[in-house]
C-alpha cells in the first residue's frame, strides 16, 4: 500500500462543467478579484460578495463528479490517498474520497465574520442580515486574498509523507500551494497532468499533457 497525495486544482473541477473563477483577462466573472475574494472588497461590498459566491454554490448544485474524481476515490481500494484541493467545491467527497483537505476553504461552508472557529455548512443563497449564533454577520468560508492559509502546515506534512505526487488540474503557479512538491521525499514520484502544462524544474516530475479524465489512466501505481 502506497501513501498516495493528490494536489487539485480546478482543471479538474472544469471537466464537470464548473466553471473556473478565473477568465483569460484575469478578471472573475467580470469583477476584478479583490471585488469578490478579499477582505477589503467584503468590506466595501458585501452584498456583491455574497451574490458572487450565491452564484458559485447554485452552480455547485447542478454539477456531479466526473471520471477523474471517480478514478481517484478509487485508488483508496488499495492505498492511502489523501488529497490537498485548491477548489471550494465538493466533488472529491461527492466521488468517494475520504480525505480531502480544501486549502482554500469551503463553498458550502460559512462562517461568522467574527469568530473564524464559528463554521456552519450551508447550501442555500447567503444574504445580508444571516447571522451566527452570536449575532454577527456570515461569510463565505473562503480563504480571500491577503488572508492566511491556516491549512497549509497540515498540508505540508502530508506531502512530506508521501510515496507518490499527483498534480492534476493546477498550474501550480498559485502560492503557496506551488511550493507543496518542494516538501517531498527524493524517493517520491510525481506526476504532472495538465492539458498545457508550464513548464516545471523538479527531477521528479513526470508530465502527462492530457485532461484530467484521460491523463489519471496513464498512472500505474503498482
Known sequence: MKNIVVLSGA????ESGLKTFRDSNGLWEG???MEVASPEGFAKNPALVLEFYNQRRRQLLEVGPNGAH?????????HKVSIVTQNVDDLH???GSTSVLHLHGELFKVRSTQFQS???YWEKDLNIGDLCQNGHQLRPHIVWFGEAVPLLPKAI?????????????????VYPAASLIHYAKSSTKIYYIDPNPAPVEHPQVTVIAEAATSGIKKIKLN
Request: hydrophobic content about 45%; proline content about 0%; charged content about 25%.
Open 11 to 14: 482543471g479538474i473541477s472544469a
Open 31 to 33: 469583477h476584478d478579484v
Open 70 to 78: 471517480l478514478a481517484l476515490a478509487k485508488f483508496e481500494k488499495n
Open 93 to 95: 467527497e461527492r466521488a
Open 118 to 120: 464559528d463554521v456552519q
Open 157 to 173: 506534512s502530508i506531502c512530506e509523507d508521501a510515496d507518490v505526487i499527483i498534480i492534476i488540474g493546477t498550474s501550480m503557479q
